[in-house]
């Protein structure tokens, strides 16, 4: 299911991103509007990580990556969900087909 939206999350909640299963070649989007550092990571199922550990790439407001695919930003796993983590809480524009 493709996903066009602004998706809003309140602070210290875990939140995926994608809407369902992405295949690797799948071009996403997403911005952090948070106004604060926005973790966002990979899994290969619908399991929600484990905010404390694991590889977490870091975003500053108004960073994100622009027609990004799972495989190349997370190479070392064969990805299909993105999820993010913030302290506080805030929006994230997000797009993928």
Same mark, same amino acid.
């Not at 071009?27 to 948070?34: D, G, P, V, W």
């Not at 027609?67 to 796993?77: D, K």
């Given at each position: 299911?493709? +996903? ?5 999350? !309140? ?8 809407? /369902? ?7 996403? /989007?997403?911005?952090?509007? /948070?106004?604060? #550092?926005?973790?966002?990571? %990979?899994?290969?199922? *619908? &399991? $929600? $990580?484990? $905010?404390? &550990?694991?590889?977490?790439? @870091?975003? +500053? @407001?108004?960073?994100? $990556? ?5 495989? !190349?930003?997370?190479?070392? #796993? *064969?990805? /299909?969900?993105?999820? %993010?983590? !913030? *302290?506080? *809480?805030?929006?994230?524009?997000? @797009?993928? !087909?």
């Amino acid at each position: 299911m493709a +996903r066009h939206a602004n998706v809003v999350f !309140a602070s210290g909640q875990l939140l995926q991103l994608t809407a /369902t299963a992405l295949a690797a070649d799948t071009k996403f /989007t997403f911005q952090n509007r /948070t106004g604060d #550092i926005l973790r966002v990571t %990979a899994t290969v199922d *619908a &399991t $929600p $990580p484990d $905010p404390v &550990t694991g590889l977490w790439y @870091s975003y +500053r @407001s108004g960073d994100g $990556p622009v027609g990004e695919t799972l495989a !190349a930003l997370f190479p070392g #796993i *064969a990805a /299909t969900r993105l999820w %993010a983590y !913030a *302290a506080t *809480a805030g929006t994230v524009e997000v @797009s993928h !087909a």
